[in-house]
């Protein structure tokens, strides 16, 4: 489900994200994303075979050997891979999968679905929590300031 509040009770209650394909690489969306959600309070678990380390954080091979407890599994990885990952974040105990723009699957969905767990597909994570919590404006930073009136440094 992708409805507003289904959106905002995800991000309002899930405070572990596993992060599924995270990058090292600063400039990857997955790295810029997972900054974001980690700067805005959420536990960032990355899941990469590739590093030991992102974001300051340890790096995990699989989501089965991540010692804690993780509230949403956050896909950036191709659609083909997602089944899997699905039955991964039902064997865990996650409670929602979440699979990040451009990724769409209708087995994973309905695998994840099958085990109770929320779904939401081709959005992603950063996006619409800055969407629905404040964060997004005609420059993508949010100044807190919303009025009618023209700005003095605008040519009249």
């Known amino acids: 489900m992708s409805d507003i509040k ?29 900054k974001y959600m980690q700067e805005h309070g959420y536990r960032i678990i990355p899941v990469n075979p590739k590093y030991d380390e992102i974001l300051g954080e340890k790096c995990y091979p699989t989501l089965s050997a991540i010692p804690v407890p993780v509230d949403l599994v956050d896909v950036f990885r191709k659609p083909a891979d997602t089944p899997d990952i699905a039955r991964e974040a039902v064997a865990i105990g996650a409670k929602t999968l979440w699979l990040q723009i451009g990724v769409i699957n209708d087995e994973a969905r309905q695998v994840a679905e099958t085990a109770g767990l929320t779904v939401v ?7 619409e929590y800055a969407r629905l919590f404040g964060g997004l404006n005609w420059f993508g930073v949010n100044t807190r300031l919303i009025s009618s009136r023209r700005p003095t440094w605008l040519p009249h």
């Not at 597909?121 to 996006?127: A, G, L, Q, S, T």
């Open 6 to 34: 289904t959106l905002r009770r995800v991000l309002r209650e899930s405070r572990t994200l596993a992060i599924v394909g995270l990058s090292a690489d600063w400039f990857r969306p997955s790295n810029f994303a997972a």
């Open 121 to 127: 597909m081709d959005r992603c994570v950063k996006i």
